[in-house]
């Protein structure tokens, strides 16, 4: 490769840029805003258009950050450490997008569950190296099934999702 140049994210493995881009291209890359910095991290979010009495956000997670609250990436420009979807009663600054759910390859990929707690049930996916983190909305542990897919998880918009890798 070194005769071609160097890759300048050489620490960014393709597995993980291969899974940026399956999520960007599942919401249409739109364009987030960071909405508040953290100890450690930086949240970037945007809100789904729809007419609803709660909130959809879809929120990336970064290590903190030296952007402005208020800057605006596009999905594709943003190394993210955990993608949520999320409904929430919280409003918050930032601009909204409308995509079309996909239930196709790869996001027909099947999540197993790997544990089953109070507040939360957490999968893996043998295609990706994911794990999936959907909160509980209730009070049972069982609120979700032991199989699924990535694209049922995404539209639970309960979901935390962390590349593992």
Not at 91 to 100: H, L, N, R
Request: net charge neutral; proline share 3%.
């Amino acid at each position: 490769m070194a005769q071609y140049g160097y890759i300048i994210d050489s620490d960014l493995q393709s597995d993980k840029r291969d899974v940026y881009a399956m999520f960007s291209q599942y919401f249409g890359n739109p364009t987030l805003t960071k909405i508040r910095d953290e100890r450690l991290y930086s949240t970037y979010a945007v809100k789904l258009n729809v007419y609803l009495r709660e909130n959809r956000y879809l929120m990336l997670i970064t290590t903190k950050d030296e952007n402005q609250i208020g800057a605006m990436f596009l999905f594709d420009d943003i190394m993210w450490e955990a993608l949520q979807t999320r409904s929430t009663n919280s409003e918050f600054e930032c601009g909204s997008f409308t995509y079309m759910p996909s239930n196709k390859s790869p996001y027909s990929s099947r999540i197993y569950l790997k544990e089953r707690q109070d507040k939360r049930t957490t999968y893996t996916n043998k295609d990706y190296p994911l794990s999936l983190c959907l909160l509980h909305t209730g009070k049972s542990k069982y609120e979700y099934p032991n199989l699924g897919t990535i694209s049922s998880a995404l539209e639970s918009w309960q979901t935390i999702i962390k590349i593992e890798i």
